[in-house]
């Protein structure tokens, strides 16, 4: 045992002063502060102006469009006005509730006596839309084909020119054609070019705009007023969501409540990448020790025995020091987001309380010792696979064979991982908990829906069953090939040793 928990060390040790351990430390908090912060900010800051012209041969429809497309501007121009000034606050202070339109003459005058002195002024983002006047030599008036022929050239070979309400040049993202309909009571038709038919956000503001307009008019051709209409569509169904697990009194489903459905799923996807990140180390451990016949010294001073659970403690603690740093890392930054959605004047109840109920929820439930064992009973299956399959090859190349098999195996459990919380007890879930190399991701999926108590302890017993015959099996293949030299073993020789023959 002594030797086994040297070896253990040494392991820890050797893994703990590389790069590469630091770095998958702070790589996987690094990717979900960026999964999270990046999109927003490209939304925001990387996405140009769009240009695009409007022919609208009705003759009543641009100022439909301008107008809503106005309402959107003024909107983003709030949004980033609050995120201004939610960063420049007096300690204390906090934003007033937003209140119909925004105007930026009334806003800035009711947050000044709340902002820091010397906090320079607030500058308007860039509008997301902005209608131009056509290019030179184009009559918005003439034949229908000459004129969109004239503009699918321009937006195709993206020329650039200088609009005559303008001093920069520009480059046609769109062209809008708005035409009658087929019929005098039928909706206008929107001929919509561009060249990037993936951002479709412009295509659609005017479309609803169209459409609204449309509805509004045809009310009022019906005879029927459009204020009641509008207060009909918007009556809504009071829904009461209820769970027949919880208290009397306490039937309500909130916010920790969905959480406990659909937190697991994050920490299937961390017993993922940890096991296959972990399970690598080891892989990498053997066969770097074999090429350089430290392992011949190793095994002089240790059994084989002995070696292999050194390998495997080690490397178990290396992983659950990196998940650990990557929950931890998941908490500061929750708060972190909840403290910026307080200070934005968020409501109480939205993404500032989210971090606190996660905190309730992993404190008074079993996600948390469920992860730490199915973490190690899955890591323990896994590795010794792993560590059998690295004892029998050279080189890295000559692993990838069985490791592709192994790699196959483990995207199964992230494929259901969305559709088991939907039905955590249903006959798929169900059938792939009793699979031990599923076992551990689905039942980790399974643990906060109530499963059946035969399939906690079966499959449990099961787990531990296979791990115990995994680390004995295993354990033969690599008694006998940890030596070995020349070409990698057959699946056929492995089973040999295994029989002891």
Known sequence: MRNALLIAWREFAENAKTRGFWFGILLFPMIWIIGAQVPAFLAKKGTPTRNFVLVDRTGRMSAVVEAALERDEKRRQGEAFREW??????????????????????????????LRTNVGNFESPSPRFRRVEPPPGITTDGDLNVLEGDLRSWLREGRSYVPVDGKVPVSLFAAALILEGKSSNAAPILRFWSENQADTALREKIDNALSADFRLREYVRLGID?????????ARAEVVNLSPRKAAGEERV?????????????????????????????????????SNRIIEVLLSSVTPVELMAGKLVGIAAVGLVMVGSWIGTLFLVGFWMAGSAASSGAAAGGASRLPLELMTLLGDSWI?????????????LYSAVILAIGSTCNTIKEAQNYMGVIVLLMMVPLVAMTFIPRDPNGPIATFLSWIPPYTPFVMMNRVTAGPPLRDVLG?????????????????????AAVLRTGQPASISQMWRWVRGR
């Open 85 to 114: 000034a939610s960063a420049r606050l007096v300690p204390g202070g906090s934003l007033p509730p937003v209140k119909g339109e925004f105007d930026l003459g009334r806003a800035l005058g009711e947050v000044r006596p709340m």
């Open 226 to 234: 459009p204020k009641v209409v509008s207060r009909v569509e918007n």
């Open 254 to 290: 909130g916010i920790a409540d969905l959480l406990r459905q659909w937190a697991p799923s994050a920490f299937v996807y961390l017993l993922w990448v940890a096991v296959f990140s972990i399970a690598q180390m080891l892989l990498n451990s053997v066969i770097e020790e074999k």
């Open 368 to 380: 948390l010792p469920a992860f730490g064992l199915y973490f190690l009973l899955g890591y323990v």
């Open 459 to 479: 499959t449990l017993v099961l787990l531990v069953a296979c791990d115990v015959l995994a680390i004995w099996a295993c354990g033969r293949i690599f008694r």
